[in-house]
């Protein structure tokens, strides 16, 4: 690859969003070892953003002493909690040509995120997944979460005719200009964003990536399992009937598909502004 073809190639960018929430104990060990991970094999720019969900403990500070420290990594505080409401506050701001988040646990193995971005990042896709419910997938966690998550999965595909396999996974990306467009659309700001934010790029015939992924349940995780399920439901709820009142289309951004694969001597250029009705 010549200089600039390798140039044109490094230009495209990644800002990966950490969530947290009183994560303070386990947040300088967990961004040390991804911004290490990132520097050491990631082959594009990327941001590590986190987002501080209205701690009550320390991670506030932890997160500040970690900009000062490390090169690549930012922090943002929130006066609400909410998943979604920190990646909207977040993502919707990204100069990055791409999106991600992943938490704070990283129960997901990092050698999945360049095979995460990366469609994403050539043109092929428009939204990517890690999927512990993929056939290749090597999870271990208890059989209580494992029902769970195969339970509200089925309900998705039944009820709201998913074809993902899995929506709550802690590890996702999306082209930027495709997520400021659906943005406006997705309602929740807490658990039930992964899902809406699927559904409406499902319905407008955006393209969803899935990578299989290694998985391992964190014991310490502070997700309310129960309070979770009940609000994913009236998600679920909401989003049939606005099915049945016909609000599903949004003008989306149309994909530039690059034809060679990351790395090739082309070069990758930014997807067109305009915007155009999926079909």
């Known amino acids: 690859m010549n200089e600039k073809n390798a140039r044109d190639v490094r230009q495209r960018s990644v800002e990966i969003v950490v969530p947290v929430y009183n994560e303070a104990h386990v947040l300088a060990e967990s961004i040390g070892r991804l911004h290490a991970y990132l520097e050491a094999s990631f082959p594009f720019p990327?941001?590590?953003t986190v987002a501080d969900n209205a701690s009550t403990d320390a991670t506030w500070q932890a997160a500040t002493d970690l900009?000062?420290?490390?090169?690549?990594?930012?922090?943002?505080?929130l006066d609400a909690k909410g998943r979604g409401r920190a990646l909207k506050h977040?993502?919707?701001r990204s100069t990055a040509d791409v999106v991600a988040y992943m938490d704070v646990d990283?129960?997901?193995?990092l050698?999945?995120?360049l095979p995460l971005v990366a469609p994403l990042l050539s043109g092929h896709s428009d939204v990517a997944i890690g999927s512990r419910l993929h056939r290749q997938a090597?999870?271990?966690?208890?059989?209580?979460r494992e029902f769970v998550s195969r339970s509200y999965n089925l309900l998705l595909k039944l009820g709201l005719a998913a074809r993902f396999t899995d929506a709550q996974c802690g590890f996702?990306?999306?082209r930027t200009d495709v997520f400021r467009a659906l943005a406006p659309h997705i309602e929740d700001n807490a658990w039930f964003f992964d899902?809406?934010?699927?559904?409406?790029?499902?319905r407008n015939r955006l393209r969803i990536h899935e990578v299989p992924v290694d998985w391992v349940d964190d014991p310490d995780s502070r997700v309310d399992i129960v309070r979770t399920a009940l609000d994913d439901l009236r998600g679920m709820r909401r989003m049939l009937r606005d099915t049945l009142t016909g609000r599903v289309r949004i003008a989306v951004p149309h994909r530039v598909p690059v034809q060679s694969p990351i790395g090739a001597p082309q070069h990758i250029s930014s997807p067109a502004p305009s915007l155009e009705y999926a079909s």
Do not use: M, N, Y
């Open 172 to 174: 996702k990306a999306v």
């Open 46 to 48: 990327f941001r590590i």
């Open 90 to 92: 977040v993502w919707s």
């Open 195 to 202: 899902t809406e934010l699927l559904v409406l790029a499902q």
């Open 138 to 144: 090597d999870v271990v966690r208890g059989p209580k």
């Open 111 to 113: 050698a999945g995120f």
């Open 67 to 77: 900009t000062l420290r490390l090169p690549h990594v930012h922090a943002v505080h």
């Open 106 to 109: 990283l129960s997901t193995g």
